[in-house]
T-cell receptor, first 118, second 111 residues
Framework: GAVVSQHPSWVICKSGTSVKIECRSL??????MFWYRQFPKQSLMLMAT?????????EQGVEKDKFLINHASLTLSTLTVTSAHPEDSSFYIC??????????????FGAGSRLTVL | GEDVEQSLFLSVREGDSSVINCTYT??????LYWYKQEPGAGLQLLTY?????DMKQDQRLTVLLNKKDKHLSLRIADTQTGDSAIYFC???????????FGKGTRLSVIA
């Protein structure tokens, strides 16, 4: 089945540095990928929609200069957290839309990346 | 607007049935989904139901959809300790819109 691979799964960085998270579709092409941020109280917040070959679409309240998204190929989208601060510490999850064998469009998720900013 | 609501916690005994409920506000939702998240992991699709269906069963999972009340439920029969996780309800309004997720229900299974 369709697999989304996310890397790294866990990263610790110093405040002020930038961190890149990769999201790859392993056995399918993904023209669109979605980046979510999950807060400690469980809720999942859509940050942006990553579009291959064009600019990402950011949700309201998400700083595009802070969270840089690049979707350079049909199998890779990256999220770069620039000048990270402790409040950026979170669990970031990417996903891609795939067609289920039954015909429905479903989201397949990566395993997530835990970012801790010291 | 789109909004999906779920209760945050549910605790059941092993072997009992679990019922996780979800309400949504957008009557034009086309598909409704249930995802499972185990600790430290991403979300795994459990099942989904198309809006013109009332019920869908898949082994131990039964999804009920009441479109009139905009209510979706997930029943897990013979709940096992391995079912302990967070369960997210999500809706899709149209083919190109992102999914809207509820806050998730944390299911705890007591042995």
């Amino acid at each position: 089945g369709a697999v989304v691979s996310q890397h790294p799964s866990w990263v610790i960085c110093k405040s002020g540095t930038s961190v890149k998270i990769e999201c790859r579709s392993l056995d399918f092409q993904a023209t669109t990928m979605f980046w979510y941020r999950q807060f400690p109280k469980q809720s999942l917040m859509l940050m942006a929609t990553s579009n291959e070959g064009s600019k990402a679409t950011y949700e309201q309240g998400v700083e595009k200069d802070k969270f840089l998204i690049n979707h350079a190929s049909l199998t890779l989208s990256t999220l770069t957290v620039t000048s990270a601060h402790p409040e950026d510490s979170s669990f970031y999850i990417c996903s891609a839309r795939v067609r289920h064998p039954s015909g429905a469009n479903v989201l397949t998720f990566g395993a997530g990346s835990r970012l801790t900013v010291l | 607007g789109e909004d999906v609501e779920q209760s945050l916690f549910l605790s059941v005994r092993e072997g009992d049935s679990s019922v996780i409920n979800c309400t949504y506000t957008d009557s034009s939702s086309t598909y409704l989904y249930w995802y499972k998240q185990e600790p430290g992991a991403g979300l795994q699709l459990l099942t989904y139901i198309f809006s013109n269906m009332d019920m869908k069963q898949d082994q131990r999972l039964t999804v009920l959809l009441n479109k009139k009340d905009k209510h979706l439920s997930l029943r897990i029969a013979d709940t096992q300790t391995g079912d302990s996780a967070i369960y997210f309800c999500a809706e899709r309004v149209s083919g190109n819109t992102p999914l809207v997720f509820g806050k998730g229900t944390r299911l705890s299974v007591i042995a």
